[in-house]
Nanobody
């Protein structure tokens, strides 16, 4: 079973880049689709982004489109998501998730139940 460990986050200045590395153990990361969710205080967990195994299919929530990118290091089995120009409304606990099933066109996996493995979450606070 794939185990995920998140790092990064903390206090970030609005406008500065936000990085949330997600490292995996137990399986080869490149064989899994990747997703990110976030949960702000007193709100439900919200879909942020998803990437297919090859990276050829991507989905984003409208609020992060154009600001969210990822890169992979298959040797370190780590994925490096980055959000540019973070805003105070991006403050939340961020979770990375994976699933062995790949993402399909026209069927964005926007609900938590679509994902099989989760990281422990990383608190991000964006200050103005």
């Amino acid at each position: 079973q794939l185990q995920l460990v998140e790092s990064g986050g903390g206090l970030v200045q609005a406008g500065g880049p936000l990085r949330l590395p997600c490292a995996a153990s137990g399986r080869t990361f490149s064989n899994y689709a990747m997703g990110w969710f976030r949960q702000a205080a007193r709100k439900e967990r919200e879909f942020v982004a998803a990437f297919s195994k090859s990276g050829g299919i991507t989905y984003y929530v409208d609020s992060v489109k154009g600001r969210f990118t990822i890169s992979r290091d298959n040797v370190k089995n780590t994925v490096y998501p980055q959000m540019n120009s973070p805003k105070t409304e991006d403050t939340a606990v961020y979770y990375c998730a994976t699933d062995a099933s790949d993402i399909e066109y026209g069927r964005p996996p926007r609900v938590p139940g679509d994902w099989g493995s989760w990281g422990q979450g990383a608190q991000v606070t964006v200050s103005s």
